[in-house]
């Protein structure tokens, strides 16, 4: 299987799928962590257009900036300049590219109701690592995800702790759960190897 891994600089996803056998890439406009081993230093539409490559599988990662709801109290300010609008924009393009397998990933945030529903919500606790941190995925020709390794979190990863109180289906949520360290935003959107290994072998399997 040919696999393309969008927006990704880390490599954690690609490194995933080659462990599995499969021919991936990941493409972003920065130089990949890793020396550049199967990393295309590009946009993205340049390299979905080009009848250079024909992909089985396309994974994106795209820029959660002006999308998600961490950044909500910004939004009024970037829907009046057009950011939010060409945010939405670039994720549906994504998602029409000609390739019959895709999944988008972004936290939760103005997709779910500009765009749509997510298909499902991960966290990184149910894949080995013990982190809570809500992952959408928009999944096209794909299944769900099963959860591999379900952990007790220790931490949030980014964002503020939460303290307490009844959420929606009447449980509380965790009230002395801390906050993971605030690395820059390269950690803060870095895929979490449970959930990259749990992609890898769910969606691509041996070749």
């Given at each position: ?195 990259a290994d749990a992609m890898a072998e769910q969606w691509g399997g041996r070749p």
């Open positions: 299987m040919r696999v393309l891994v969008a927006c990704e600089f880390s490599g954690v996803v690609r490194r995933a799928f080659l462990a599995q056998g499969h021919e991936a890439w990941s493409c972003d406009l920065q130089l990949a962590e890793d020396s550049g081993f199967n990393h295309i230093q590009a946009d993205i539409m340049t390299v979905l257009s080009s009848d250079r490559w024909k992909w089985d599988l396309l994974i994106a990662f795209p820029p959660c900036t002006d999308l998600c709801s961490s950044g909500a109290q910004y939004w009024p300010e970037k829907r009046t300049d057009g950011r939010q609008q060409r945010a939405i924009g670039f994720v549906v393009r994504l998602e029409i590219a000609d390739i019959a397998k895709s999944a988008i990933e972004n936290p939760v945030g103005v997709l779910s109701t500009a765009w749509r529903k997510p298909d499902q919500i991960i966290q990184p606790f149910q894949f080995g690592d013990p982190y809570m941190k809500k992952t959408c995925l928009w999944l096209k020709g794909l299944p769900a995800l099963k959860p591999t390794n379900i952990v007790e979190p220790v931490a949030h990863w980014h964002g503020g702790v939460r303290r307490g109180g009844k959420k929606a289906d009447g449980t509380r949520t965790p009230s002395k759960l801390p906050t993971a360290l605030k690395y820059g935003e390269r950690e803060r959107s870095r895929t979490f190897q449970g959930i």
